[in-house]
C-alpha cells in the first residue's frame, strides 16, 4: 500500500507542473469542447507511458549497465537544465486564453490532444524517464502499485483540472477575474 501513496505523491508532484497538455486541457475545460474526451486521451496516454517507463528500465537493466544508465540520467538532467533556463529567460507575456474562439470539429481536438500528448518532451521524461528510473529497483508488485498510484493521480490531475476549469467558465469569461 505504501507504494500506492509513492506512486500517486510522485505522480502528482511531477503532473502539476503546468505544461503545455495542462494548458490544452484548461482550454477545453474553458470552452466546454469535448473536455472528457481530452481528459480521457491525456490519462490513459499517462498510464500507458507510466507502465511502459516502470518496465522498460526493468528490461533495459538486462541489456545495459551502470554506464548507460548515467549516460541516460545526464542527458536528461541536460535537457531539463536548458528547459528551465529557457523558462527563466522567456520575457513575461500576456497570456491569452481565447475561449470565445469558434468550436474545434472533432477531428482537429483529436489531433492537437494526441500532439500534445505524444509530441511532448515532458510528457516522455516525467512518465517514462522519472516514473521508470524511479522504479527500477522495486519488486514487480511494488512496481505495480507504483504505477497504479501515479496512473490515478494523472487521471484525477486531468478529469479535476479539465471539468473545474469548465465549471469556473463562466466566471472565466469575465475580464474583471483576470
Do not use: R
Amino acid at each position: 500500500m505504501s507504494f500506492l501513496i509513492l506512486g500517486f505523491l510522485t505522480g502528482m508532484t511531477l503532473i502539476l507542473a503546468i505544461g503545455a497538455q495542462n494548458i490544452f486541457v484548461i482550454e477545453q475545460g474553458l470552452k466546454k469542447q469535448f473536455t472528457f474526451l481530452v481528459c480521457s486521451i491525456c490519462a490513459l496516454s499517462d498510464l500507458f507511458l507510466i507502465f511502459l517507463g516502470i518496465f522498460l528500465f526493468q528490461y533495459f537493466e538486462f541489456f545495459f549497465n551502470e554506464k548507460v544508465e548515467l549516460v541516460f540520467n545526464i542527458l536528461l538532467l541536460v535537457f531539463l537544465i536548458h528547459f528551465i533556463w529557457n523558462k527563466v529567460n522567456i520575457k513575461l507575456k500576456k497570456v491569452s486564453l481565447n475561449i470565445k474562439k469558434k468550436k474545434l470539429s472533432l477531428m482537429k481536438v483529436l489531433i492537437k490532444t494526441f500532439g500534445f500528448t505524444y509530441l511532448n518532451p515532458h510528457v516522455y521524461s516525467d512518465t517514462v524517464f522519472f516514473l521508470g528510473n524511479f522504479s527500477k529497483d522495486f519488486l514487480i508488485i511494488q512496481k505495480y502499485y507504483f504505477g497504479v498510484g501515479a496512473s490515478l493521480a494523472s487521471i484525477l490531475f486531468f478529469f479535476l483540472f479539465g471539468f473545474l476549469f469548465q465549471y469556473f467558465s463562466k466566471y472565466l469569461a469575465n475580464l474583471s477575474v483576470w
